[in-house]
């Protein structure tokens, strides 16, 4: 009997080592295969009397049913196991956060641009729009800078081959030449209200007309490409002519626009003498923040100045009843002040962890 039982031991140990239903099959023939134990045990029957056959049978059958129990429930043991382990990967857990579908957002330029133009606009300005691609006329000549000025130095910049007309082409290096193509749009219209009512005007326009106030923001490119400049950098014009504008209103309408764009009183400015061919007299003008990480030094924002007389004329306007101020700004640099980035490339590199920061 002993070593019937150390037989139904054996079978529960062997059937609990098996992890794997396959194994556990092999376990299986061990005991109960054609060749197992028990058969073995069978066979050893037949050289038994009558009675002893029948207790030693009694008693291996027994024993078969014990290991088929075994078996049974170590197969229920390893299903149970497998469909835990099934659960458990295929789990759901719904404490994780939600894909969202990417919203997107303005360029920390963009957001600047609109900013200027809805400071400007609440001042009278109207937005106008024009060409990247310029002629030599509106970028340089007309803005009296002729072929041979040396300022056009500083402007190097990209030619187009195969322009409209024989005029060579170029990507404008300013959006200055905004000033002649509007002005001259904004003079036809009110010399031509003037000659249908009658009254004949010169070659250059003395009559009354609203003021011109306009900035014109856009893409302009240079030669020029290092951790303050890119070869595409965005400007906005600003251009007032009227009879009765003077440097005075240029000071109080610039002011205003930093400490609106910036949301601070805490500002300074500096207008610092300075040259451009298309005004005269010229200056560049610096803010100083009175408080904050840059506070004290002096940062240059714009050029601006008197509008020169020859650009005047060359807007069809009498420099005798006219006089205007323009500026020109630099959005990337109020931008990078604005936010306090360093590097301009980090606008123009296009790298989703610098951009999404803005959203
Ligand atoms: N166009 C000048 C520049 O790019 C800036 C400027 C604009 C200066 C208008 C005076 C008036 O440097």
Not at 36 to 62: H, P, Q, Y
Not at 191 to 218: D, N, T, Y
Not at 328 to 347: A, H, K, Q
Request: proline share 6%; aromatic share 10%; with cysteine.
């Amino acid at each position: 009997m002993n070593e019937l039982n150390a037989l139904v031991d054996s079978a529960r140990a062997a059937f609990a080592q098996a992890a794997m239903p396959a194994e556990l099959e092999n376990a299986k023939a061990l005991f109960l295969g054609k060749s197992g134990r028990i058969t073995e045990l069978m066979k050893g029957l037949s050289a038994l009397t009558v009675d002893e056959k029948k207790s030693r049978g009694a008693a291996i059958n027994l024993t078969k049913q014990s290991i088929e129990a075994a078996l049974t429930a170590r197969r229920q043991e390893l299903a149970d196991a497998e469909l835990q382990t099934q659960l458990q990967s295929e789990a759901l857990d719904v404490t994780l956060p939600g894909r969202r579908r990417g919203q997107g957002g303005l360029h920390p330029v963009s957001l600047t641009l609109e900013r200027i133009e809805a400071i400007f606009a609440s001042m009278g300005f109207d937005v106008a729009d024009g060409p990247e691609i310029e002629t030599d006329w509106f970028n340089f000549t007309a803005l009296n800078t002729p072929q041979d000025h040396p300022a056009r130095s500083m402007h190097d910049t990209f030619y187009v081959e195969g322009g409209p007309d024989a005029a060579p082409h170029l990507l404008r290096t300013h959006t200055s030449p905004m000033q002649i193509r509007h002005a001259v749009q904004h003079v036809k219209r009110y010399r031509a209200a003037h000659e249908a009512a009658g009254q004949p005007s010169g070659e250059l326009f003395a009559g009354a007309m609203p003021e011109i106030r306009v900035i014109a923001p856009g893409r302009t490119y240079r030669v020029d490409s290092d951790a303050t400049h890119s070869p595409m950098f965005h400007q906005c014009e600003g251009l007032w002519v009227g009879e009765n504008v003077s440097f005075k209103d240029l000071k109080f309408v610039f002011t205003d626009f930093c400490r609106t764009f910036f949301e601070s009183d805490d500002l300074v400015l500096r207008f610092r003498p300075s040259f451009f061919p298309f005004t005269e007299p010229s200056a560049e003008i610096d803010i100083q923040f009175q408080t904050g990480p840059l506070a004290g030094r002096w940062l240059e924002v714009a050029g601006s100045g008197q509008v020169h007389p020859n650009v005047i004329r060359n807007m069809g306007l009498d420099p005798e009843r006219y006089i205007g101020f323009a500026f020109g700004m630099g959005p990337d640099r109020l931008t990078m002040l604005r936010y306090g980035v360093s590097d301009l490339r980090l606008f123009f590199d296009g790298d989703i962890r610098f951009l999404s920061q803005f959203e």
